[in-house]
């Protein structure tokens, strides 16, 4: 076994996923994985909004969720203006359960873009800055009659229903209201998307939305009794997904039942959300399509249906969550303990501990899920180690980036920049092992700001009443 010698690692570092090639320059910053205005500066240190992370990390500490403000703005515009030119006003909601905070929110309302909520929290903060209820949808496979009143009373444009129960909590509600509140019926249309399982949605055996033949017999139903306004048939497949061939199959799917409903009940129903669900770049492995070519996509894939159906094409909405936020965040560490590790062949991997670890990023332990990371506080010409960059805590499982190529001389204290971390960080972020969930730091035009603030032990004792 060969140590951490003089601040630099030795050794045959060589192992990794095929696909994971050590780079001609560890220092570059591959523009697909971050966001816009990320960039090295003249001293090697990367910026954000023109701010180094040194200053960040010196003025808010680290573990640290930073958010390119600017970029995100650019996800909803060109999301905004792809859909609403080829499917019109409206037609792009916001997955909010990907990232919300009152910040972000507003983001959403100033853009001109829609919002998604799943629980009674999430419509909370929509309400909390005004968001109109009119340009809301409700999800949520469990939604309690608190919610569900919640949302009534706020107005929320769609309620998409989910199962039986929640058609028969609701129209009890509504008659007690004194409102007919527009619905939309969550399908789930058998399509297997090729991601992982827990993030797979449209297939029978799971618990998200009614069978197409449930969601007929719920059509029928919500037609005849008339209390609930039935806008139309949704479908959401998964998320993470990159081939369009799913959202064909899930689209004629959905559609067939959308033409039979017309046929039968004699009413077109005059909307289809098709969900979200699309990728983004984690590491060079991935590559999303354009807001304009997924419009584009579906747009066509959606007109040679109803062509064949010999229908009009009904309003599409779609409900983009990573493919907006995602990219727009990296979370920023200091590395602390460095470890190299000798595997079977004799090959080492070098583990650089970090301030944080799966209590901010649950995605690599529970998905497998591939993220990529770059020493941000420096450059550095050391000859390339395989490593793969751990948390702090108790848990062998508590891997952040599986595999990366960081320089050799990578040391306590350099700061380590981990992109694509704005989608399911935060939102899934735990408290495991009492560690306080970090905060989320906005940059734009060179000022930095707390959207959300970090939790501290103090917090957590708070909780705890003994
Ligand atoms: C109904 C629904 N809409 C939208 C989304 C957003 O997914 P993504 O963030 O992958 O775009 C999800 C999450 O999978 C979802 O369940
Ligand atoms: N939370 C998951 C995706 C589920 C999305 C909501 N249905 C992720 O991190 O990828």
Redesign the pocket.
């Known amino acids: 076994m060969r140590s951490h010698e003089a601040g630099a690692l030795h050794g045959d570092f060589g192992h990794g996923p095929s696909w994971l090639r050590p780079p001609t320059d560890v220092n570059d910053l591959l523009p697909q994985l971050w966001a816009s205005t990320v960039e090295r500066d003249a001293g090697g240190v990367v910026n954000v909004g023109g701010i180094s992370v040194v200053d960040l990390a010196a003025e808010f500490g680290t573990p640290i969720y930073v958010v390119d403000e600017t970029d995100f703005r650019e996800r909803l515009a060109a999301f905004k203006s792809a859909f609403f030119d080829r499917f019109g006003q409206g037609s792009v909601y916001y997955?909010g359960?990907?990232f919300l905070c009152k910040a972000v929110a507003r983001w959403v309302d100033e853009s001109g873009v829609n919002l998604d909520v799943c629980t009674g929290g999430e419509l909370a903060v929509a309400l909390a800055v005004g968001m109109p209820g009119e340009r809301l949808a409700f999800h949520g496979n469990n939604k309690s009659e608190v919610e569900l009143a919640a949302a009534l009373d706020a107005g929320v444009g769609r309620i998409v229903l989910d199962s039986f129960d929640e058609i028969g909590r609701l129209t009890v509600l509504a008659r007690q209201h004194g409102v007919r509140p527009k619905v939309l019926i969550r399908t789930k249309v058998g399509v297997e998307a090729h991601t992982h399982e827990y993030?797979a949605?449209a297939h029978e055996d799971q618990k998200f939305g009614l069978s197409l033949a449930e969601a007929s017999m719920a059509a029928d139903q919500i037609i005849a009794e008339g209390v609930l306004d039935l806008a139309g048939l949704h479908s959401?497949i998964g998320?993470?997904i990159f081939d369009t061939t799913a959202f064909e199959v899930a689209a004629k799917r959905v559609l067939g039942l959308h033409h039979r409903i017309a046929a039968t009940n004699s009413v077109t129903l005059p909307e289809l959300g098709l969900g979200g669900g699309f990728g983004m770049a984690y590491t060079t492995q991935d590559d999303p399509q354009s807001p304009e070519r997924l419009a584009d996509g579906l747009a066509k894939i959606v007109e040679h249906e109803c062509a064949a159906y010999g229908i009009d094409v009904p309003h599409i909405s779609v409900e983009p969550?990573?493919a907006i936020c995602g990219p727009t965040t990296f979370t920023l560490y200091t590395a602390g303990t460095i470890k190299p590790v000798e595997l079977d062949a004799g090959q080492l991997r070098c583990y650089v501990s970090v301030d944080g670890g799966m209590s901010d990023n649950m995605?690599t332990a529970l998905?497998n899920?591939s993220y990529s990371a770059t020493l941000a506080s420096r450059v550095s010409d050391a000859a390339p180690v395989l490593a793969r960059i751990v948390g702090k805590h108790c848990e062998s499982g508590d891997i952040v980036v599986r595999d990366e190529f960081l320089p050799g001389d990578v040391a306590p204290g350099d700061l380590l920049a981990v992109p694509g971390t704005g989608?399911?960080c935060r939102s899934?972020a735990s408290n495991y092992n009492h560690v306080p969930r970090p905060a989320v730091i906005a940059v734009a035009d060179g000022a930095a700001r707390v959207i959300v603030r970090g939790e501290t032990v103090d917090d957590l004792l708070r909780l705890d009443v003994g």
Do not use: E, L, N
């Open positions: 997955a359960k990907a993030i949605t959401h998320s993470q969550g990573r995605r998905y899920a989608a399911y899934m």
